[in-house]
């Protein structure tokens, strides 16, 4: 059974900068499409950002577009959230995804995704 555990979330000020991670305990997660999605409260879980098995592509929700940076480090499990110019809009429990289809063709759709983490808060205050 494959675990992701996210980390980093926490409060900041609008304008601010947080890095969520993920890690993965799957062996094989460096074949994985890996995504960012958060919900905030009242509202359904949306799609933030996705990543490739090879990191070569990436996709963003217009919302984060030029704020927000995923990456991923295949040696270490591991993938990221670069989060800058944070707004209070952005804040969400943010949760790391990942699917065991590395040619996933729908990232944004949560229903794509075979394993998801707990959560981590992200609170943007203003």
């Known amino acids: 059974q494959v675990q992701l555990v996210e980390s980093g979330g926490g409060l900041v000020q609008a304008g601010g900068s947080l890095r969520l991670s993920c890690v993965s305990s799957?062996?094989?997660?460096?074949?994985?499409?890996m995504g960012w999605f958060r919900q905030a409260p009242g509202k359904e879980r949306e799609f933030v950002a996705a990543?490739?098995?090879?990191?070569?592509?990436?996709n963003y929700a217009d919302s984060v577009k030029g704020r927000f940076t995923i990456s991923r480090d295949n040696a270490k499990n591991t993938i990221y959230l670069q989060m800058n110019s944070l707004k209070p809009e952005d804040t969400a429990v943010y949760y790391c995804?990942?699917?065991?289809?590395?040619?996933?063709?729908?990232?944004?759709?949560?229903?794509?995704?075979?394993?998801w983490g707990q959560g981590t808060q992200v609170t943007v205050s203003s």
């Open positions: 799957g062996r094989t997660f460096s074949t994985y499409t």
């Open positions: 995804a990942g699917d065991r289809d590395r040619y996933n063709l729908r990232p944004n759709v949560r229903s794509e995704y075979d394993y």
């Open positions: 990543i490739t098995w090879s990191g070569g592509v990436t």
